[in-house]
């Protein structure tokens, strides 16, 4: 793919190609996380809770410049200090759902 952006597999549950799931799936769950654990995306926690053979860990603070969160509208991916700034995808504006906030403590520590 062109401008720097490349395929990414998503696992778990996924309903569409935009990366929402079967637990998570309003207009705006789009984006998929990448689990500091085994490195692949996964749509929601749940999904790596039901897929993944172990416990999931979190991104230590140090590591937020990593790039490990999906937009699932264009595919690409921001450093979690990114992610966490913003309310839309920094390459394409699709809008994040806000509500995913009160789940920050399951994927960054």
């Not at 990366?19 to 790596?48: I, N, Q, S």
């Not at 490990?68 to 394409?92: H, N, R, W």
């Amino acid at each position: 793919m062109s401008g720097g952006v490349r395929a990414v597999r998503v696992f778990g549950a996924t309903v569409d190609d935009q990366t929402r799931c079967v637990h998570y799936r309003t207009e705006v769950d789009v984006v998929a996380m990448k689990f500091a654990c085994c490195g692949r995306y996964y749509p929601c926690h749940l999904c790596h809770a039901e897929d993944a053979d172990h416990e999931a860990q979190t991104w230590p603070p140090e590591q937020w410049s990593e790039p490990a969160v999906l937009c699932g509208v264009c595919k690409g991916e921001m450093a979690i200090e990114d992610y966490l700034a913003a309310t839309s995808c920094p390459s394409c504006g699709a809008r994040f759902n806000e509500r995913c906030a009160a789940h920050r403590h399951l994927y960054f520590g």
